[in-house]
């Protein structure tokens, strides 16, 4: 009978164990996962210099000629030439971290975003441009970002 049992590579498996215990590898791949994310919401079609042909809705109509009265629009617009008063959409994505690293919330604090990008309030005229709403963006993704967290958590299960 063995007198004992000799592990080789016995502090390398600790070292394993212990980050995959701490989660740590899903963290970082959920952490890369976001920021890859944020990179797909961010993308804006090809600019669309077709004119708006109608208003949709009477409200419609009425918050436009207020927003050109009061100087909040200008005509015609262009993406990005806001006269000083773009919020900027493309450069105000942004992640963060919830719940210790286990959630991550890509956002856009741009008051138009969801007229832009949500999937229950984007303007048609976005929907007929090209625009993608965030769901879309995420149901693209969905695969790319879920390896991303598989290849963190294989990396750390090799002891890389």
Do not use: C
């Amino acid at each position: 009978m063995a007198e004992g049992m000799r592990i080789e590579g016995l502090p390398e498996l600790q070292e394993i164990m212990r980050k995959v215990g701490s989660l740590e590898p899903i963290k970082i791949g959920l952490k890369t996962g976001a920021g890859e994310l944020k990179r797909e919401v961010a993308k804006e079609p090809p600019v669309s210099r077709r004119p708006v042909a109608q208003f949709w809705t009477d409200k419609q109509r009425r918050g436009f000629f207020w927003n050109l009265k009061q100087g909040n629009i200008q005509v015609p617009y262009f993406r990005g030439d806001g006269g000083g008063k773009s919020e900027r959409m493309r450069a105000s994505w942004t992640v963060q971290s919830r719940h210790g690293g286990l959630t991550w919330v890509v956002g856009n604090d741009a008051s138009y975003g969801p007229l832009v990008k949500d999937k229950d309030m984007q303007a048609r005229y976005h929907k007929e441009t090209g625009w993608k709403t965030t769901e879309q963006d995420v149901d693209e993704n969905a695969t790319k970002i879920t390896n991303i967290v598989k290849q963190a958590v294989d990396a750390a299960l090799e002891g890389r």
